[in-house]
């Protein structure tokens, strides 16, 4: 994604947050100045998810729950992580209504990873050629803009939802 001259992106790690043992949610978010202000800005979110025992990691959803207003309406496309063969598909599946939960509208396709410890050579070096995830999560993005004061996402062209959409069907496959 950082390759393409049309998205800005900033990565976050959930293991950088030194998330509290005494207090939890929206209440502790201005702690993280940082990821609430990238959570303003941005019009939409990739989320790249190892697969626990068919669920998401906990500290995934701590730093998620650190916001609410500041997700509505924004594009989520996920990219799920596995030892097994489904490559993440049910830990993407267990995070489809939480995230709905958070007002994020999830994209229609998702990015698999199975048997990852085969995706990485001798060295360590990752080695996959990325696939259609970031069209999916651009097109949606397109439609619903975040307000750079409010970082509240509005639909900037609704007319052309229908036709963006169906037109992006062929292209996210
Ligand atoms: C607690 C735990 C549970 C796991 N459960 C699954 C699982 O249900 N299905 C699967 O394919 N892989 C499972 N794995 C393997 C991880 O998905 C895989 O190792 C991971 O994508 C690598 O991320 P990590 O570095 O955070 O462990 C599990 C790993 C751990 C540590």
Same mark, same amino acid.
């Given at each position: 994604m950082r390759e393409r001259d049309?998205i800005e992106t900033f990565l !976050?790690? @959930? =293991?950088?947050?030194?998330?509290?043992?005494?207090?939890?949610?929206? #209440?502790?978010?201005?702690?993280?100045?940082?990821? &609430?202000?990238?959570?303003? /800005?941005? $019009?939409?979110?990739v989320?790249?998810?190892? #697969?626990?025992?068919?669920?998401?990691?906990?500290?995934?959803?701590?730093?998620?729950?650190?916001?609410?207003?500041?997700?509505?309406?924004?594009?989520?496309?996920?990219?799920?992580?596995?030892?097994?063969?489904?490559? %993440? =598909?049910?830990?993407?599946?267990? =995070?489809? +209504?939480?995230?709905? #939960?958070?007002?994020?509208?999830?994209?229609?396709?998702?990015?698999?990873? +199975?048997?990852?410890?085969?995706?990485? $050579?001798?060295?360590?070096?990752?080695? !996959?050629?990325m696939?259609?995830?970031p069209?999916? @999560?651009?097109?949606?993005?397109?439609?619903?803009?975040?307000?750079?004061?409010? %970082?509240?996402? &509005?639909?900037?062209?609704?007319?052309? @939802?229908? %036709? /963006?959409?169906?037109?992006?069907? +062929?292209?996210?496959?």
């Open positions: 049309d !976050f790690d @959930v =293991c950088d947050f030194e998330l509290p043992h005494d207090n939890y949610g929206t #209440e502790i978010g201005n702690l993280f100045p940082e990821w &609430r202000d990238a959570i303003i /800005r941005a $019009d939409g979110l989320i790249v998810t190892p #697969e626990y025992n068919h669920g998401y990691p906990g500290t995934l959803k701590a730093v998620l729950d650190l916001l609410l207003k500041e997700y509505i309406h924004k594009a989520v496309a996920f990219v799920g992580v596995s030892a097994g063969p489904w490559g %993440g =598909c049910r830990v993407i599946e267990a =995070c489809v +209504p939480m995230v709905r #939960e958070l007002g994020l509208a999830v994209t229609f396709t998702d990015l698999n990873f +199975p048997a990852i410890k085969n995706k990485f $050579d001798a060295d360590g070096n990752f080695s !996959f050629e696939g259609p995830t069209d999916g @999560v651009v097109l949606m993005t397109r439609d619903y803009q975040a307000d750079p004061k409010t %970082g509240v996402a &509005r639909r900037v062209d609704p007319i052309r @939802v229908g %036709g /963006r959409l169906s037109e992006a069907v +062929p292209a996210v496959g």
